[in-house]
């Protein structure tokens, strides 16, 4: 219990792992992997009446949406009703074919294109973390500057993800002074399940997403219109089919990789489409929900609050390269509020 009132935490979309992390319970001690619990919740009750409920939630298990379904079901059985989602634990659907037979290049595994002392070292090279609010106006123009050409002459507009996971790979990217003839890479996180046909059971229980790899020189990242890391960001997403994620569950079992998500590579999540704020444990639905920390490498959309239709990219950088990201970032926000 804080003797604090609730209010004291402010914003919490504006990311801060030195307060936010006091109200989770976390293993930074542990040595391995076995010696982090599969799930610890931490309730803060505050003086005010307010309440933090702090899950975490070991990653190797579950993903988020697998998270998701599970803390509906909890949520259901707190209100004395039948769970709205049954876990599907059969995990065997998503093994690797026999004999495992790699059908496309897959370049989120492939080796990584870095110069040396390009990646950050957290232990010699501090992150500091913020947070960056996009309103809905702005994210209008975004997707109007940046509308993705197509075979047939037409054009497409593309999504508000589409166009901030775009706009944050440029950012990052010049930032973090990349020399142009470098590969860099965005690798997204997608939901698997309906991508297969017939899809996955909504509530399967484990790790169905597959992640897409939108890559190019540095230069060429840099230097062409806003419109061409769309498309590229598109493209990727597209590629996400039924084929792509046998294939590369197939390409980790022979090659036993994992996700590249090192030197000039980024990886970003959404969680602005995860129903959190249906949740209602009997004391009211929640008025933010946000994440304690974002791992480094990591790239997070959320939605900014309940009442809220503003979405916020968290993300974690040296603080030479926030500053430059930072003044990147607004200009760029700045300038389409104009319009």
């Excluded at 294939?247 to 030197?263: F, H, M, P, R, T």
Aim: aromatic share 8%; with cysteine; proline share 7%.
């Amino acid at each position: 219990m804080s003797e604090d009132d609730i209010a004291m935490l402010g914003d919490i979309s504006a990311i801060n792992p030195t307060m936010l992390r006091k109200l989770v319970k976390h293993s930074d001690g542990a040595s391995t992997i076995l010696e982090v619990p599969l799930l610890t919740v931490q309730v803060t009750t505050f003086k005010c009446g307010g309440i933090v409920v702090g899950i975490v939630m070991n990653h190797v298990l579950v993903d988020g949406k697998a998270l998701m379904d599970f803390i509906a079901c909890w949520n259901d059985l707190a209100r004395a009703k039948p769970p709205s989602v049954l876990p599907f634990l059969d995990r065997s659907v998503l093994r690797s074919r026999q004999p495992p037979r790699v059908d496309l290049p897959h370049h989120e595994y492939a080796p990584r294109d870095q110069r040396p002392g390009l990646v950050v070292n957290p232990q010699t090279k501090p992150l500091v973390y913020r947070s960056f609010c996009f309103k809905p106006h702005a994210l209008i123009q975004l997707k109007k500057a940046a509308r993705i050409a197509t075979q047939n002459g037409s054009s497409v507009v593309p999504t508000t993800f589409e166009v901030i996971s775009a706009l944050v790979w440029i950012s990052r990217t010049k930032a973090l002074g990349i020399s142009p003839h470098e590969t860099t890479k965005l690798l997204t996180a997608v939901d698997g399940r309906p991508k297969f046909n017939p899809p996955l059971l909504s509530g399967y229980f484990g790790n169905g997403i597959a992640w897409s790899c939108a890559e190019c020189s540095t230069g060429e990242l840099t230097s062409n219109p806003f419109s061409f890391a769309v498309r590229i960001v598109h493209e990727a997403l597209a590629s996400v089919t039924e084929s792509y994620i046998r294939s590369a569950i197939d390409y980790v079992e022979l090659n036993k990789v994992l996700v590249d998500c090192e030197g000039s590579a980024c990886c970003i999540s959404k969680w602005s489409q995860l129903p959190f704020y249906k949740i209602d444990f009997g004391f009211g639905r929640p008025f933010q929900v946000a994440p304690a920390t974002v791992p480094d490498k990591l790239i997070l959309v959320a939605s900014r609050s309940r009442e809220s239709d503003e979405l916020v990219v968290s993300l974690g950088l040296t603080c030479d390269a926030m500053d430059v990201f930072s003044k990147l970032i607004q200009h760029e926000l700045t300038l389409k509020s104009k319009f």
